[in-house]
């Protein structure tokens, strides 16, 4: 009897432990990276040999890493070989090729611009030129791709393109040496009225620390004394870059960005030298919701220290570290190691979900208004973490750099909205007819005094709301009323580009940007916050 009992006792013990143990098993073997992993190869195993269709077993293997990676959070990503290929030669500064930027026009490429000491400038290509053969056959309705494929090669080889150019009866046969071609940081730089500077930056690669400086030198020794740095659509890149530039405006000891990891070796603290030649010029800089990550850093360093003024709208909020492992087939993945704080500690990353597309759109759908910001009173109904400024003044970490100055740039109508993508097309027409005289009389003056003296006249608006018409753009009275300045100083723009590349156009559309208008008024406040004379 008693023998009885204990082994149903011992039986229902074993079993219960049996339970609780497999449990326990289970639980731990979850973060077991082999067990994982070979419950994924198994998973694999089967779909290739069971599912009702051919599988590439390879094509599964990339949908499961870009899953895992996507589950994260939405900056760490996996890179195509392809894509790998393209984004090192973005964040290296090079490529080989001829150096033009181009669209295709009715069919035809058309350069768009000449990129400043490439072999197509050597040789005498021209913005506006209309590339027709490429290696002696017709390059006539070729895709972009192919384009691209054709012009692109090694240092040092040759190719000849046909070329038709406004104001020549014969086509040109240009034989142009492919070399390595700059990949530029700073889109332009110049120097406007009353000592402005003027400089805009459109990524942090390898060679954005070295562009930025010297331009900053040259506009020091043309007169400037003050200067609008414009970060706006900036997505960031280098992290080492945005720290050497601002090294350039901080006093010694300053620190300027710091990051934390989950692991230690991922922590990281940078603390200005002291050696910067800019300590003491008055500073603007113009940021948007584009303007992401080493942009922020930049911004959050000069606004924590109050050595200058943000004005512009509220920046994207990334302030995730990625680092990128390259894979053996030529493919990488970025993941996020660490995140980064500015000086008074804020992180400026905002929340995230899975929901990807929802996370980008909360960016540039933000209902900001309008208004001086300077004690940050805008975000103070917020839940977001507060800091103090070396200053003592409130600012908020959690969602990105607000500005000290909120200006929108309001979206444009539905009918300029649409006649934007036909102002190279119709630009492109015109010039046809006008280029050579324009190059004529104002090559030599250069590109202040064709912003000064050349006009959109109002027939050459009619003309274009015709040219718009042909192409199904339905005219609206109302909506063109209400952004006909921006359209005109957007057709002014492109003639200004195609004569003098990036600062002719630059030069244009500042004259009708708001951001850019209200900050050459803030130099008073700008020295007064950062205490300079």
């Known amino acids: 009897m008693f023998k009885q009992k204990f082994s149903v006792v011992s039986v229902f013990i074993l079993l219960f432990f049996g339970v609780f143990m497999g449990t326990q098993i289970r639980a731990i073997s979850e973060d077991n ?20 269709d051919e599988v590439k077993v390879g094509d599964l293997v990339t949908h499961a890493i870009e899953g895992m990676l996507k589950s994260l959070d939405p900056h760490s990503v996996y890179i195509s070989p392809k894509q790998l290929e393209k984004v090192q030669e973005d964040f290296k500064g090079s490529f ?35 590339i027709v053969q490429i290696g002696g056959e017709t390059s006539v309705k070729l895709q972009n791709e192919d384009v691209q494929k054709k012009l692109r090669g090694e240092k040092g080889t040759k190719v000849t393109v046909g070329v038709v150019r406004a104001g020549v009866t014969d086509p040109i046969d240009i034989t142009i040496t492919r070399d390595k071609i700059p990949l530029y940081s700073v889109n332009s730089s110049f120097l406007l009225d009353d000592g402005v500077g003027y400089m805009s930056i459109n ?72 050696g910067g030649e800019f300590q003491d010029l008055p500073l603007i800089i113009l940021i948007n919701n584009g303007s992401a990550s080493a942009s922020e850093i930049v911004s959050g360093a000069v606004q924590d220290h109050d050595r200058g003024l943000i004005v512009g709208e509220t920046s994207f909020g990334k302030g995730l570290v990625q680092r990128q492992f390259e894979l053996p087939d030529g493919s990488a993945f970025r993941l996020t190691t660490a995140r980064y704080y500015t000086p008074s500690g804020r992180i400026i990353q905002r929340p995230y979900s899975e ?52 200006v929108r740039y309001d979206n444009l109508e539905k009918y300029a909205a649409r006649m934007r993508f036909h102002i190279f097309e119709f630009i492109t027409a015109y010039l046809d007819k006008q280029g050579a005289r324009l190059r004529e009389q104002y090559e030599k003056p250069g590109a202040r005094p064709f912003v000064r003296e050349f006009q959109i006249s109002d027939a050459m608006m009619q003309d274009f709301i015709e040219f718009g018409k042909a192409r199904d753009v339905e005219f609206n009275k109302e909506e063109y009323d209400a952004d006909k300045d921006w359209l005109r100083a957007s057709l002014k723009a492109q ?3 195609t004569l003098f590349g990036n600062e002719g156009q630059f030069r244009v559309l500042l004259q009708v940007d708001p951001q850019f208008q209200k900050a050459v008024t803030l130099f008073p406040e700008a020295r007064k916050i950062a205490g300079l004379r």
């Open 96 to 130: 080989e090729g001829i150096g033009i930027e181009f669209r295709i026009v009715n069919d035809t490429i058309t350069v768009a611009n000449v990129i400043f000491g490439g072999p197509s400038e050597k040789v005498g290509l021209l913005a506006g030129d209309k």
């Open 355 to 406: 929901d990807d597309e929802e996370y980008y759109r909360e960016a540039y759908m933000r209902d900001e208004e309008s208004s001086d910001n300077i004690e940050h009173t805008e975000e103070a109904d917020t839940t977001r973490p507060k800091h103090e400024t070396t200053g003592g003044r409130i600012v908020y970490g959690g969602g990105g750099i607000t500005p000290d100055y909120i």
């Open 495 to 497: 003639v200004a580009r």
């Open 203 to 274: 990524r942090y690669a390898a060679n954005t620390y070295d562009e930025f400086i010297e331009g900053l030198r040259k506009l020091k020794q043309e007169g400037m004394t003050k200067l609008v740095l414009d970060l706006r659509s900036n997505p960031g890149g280098y992290l080492e870059q945005s720290f050497r530039m601002a090294n350039e405006f901080l006093k010694r000891g300053q620190k300027i960005v710091y990051t934390k990891g989950r692991r230690s070796d991922f922590d990281e603290n940078y603390v200005a030298t002291g």
């Open 33 to 52: 990276i082999y067990e994982q992993f070979n419950k994924f190869k198994d998973v694999l195993n089967y779909t290739q040999k069971y599912y009702v």
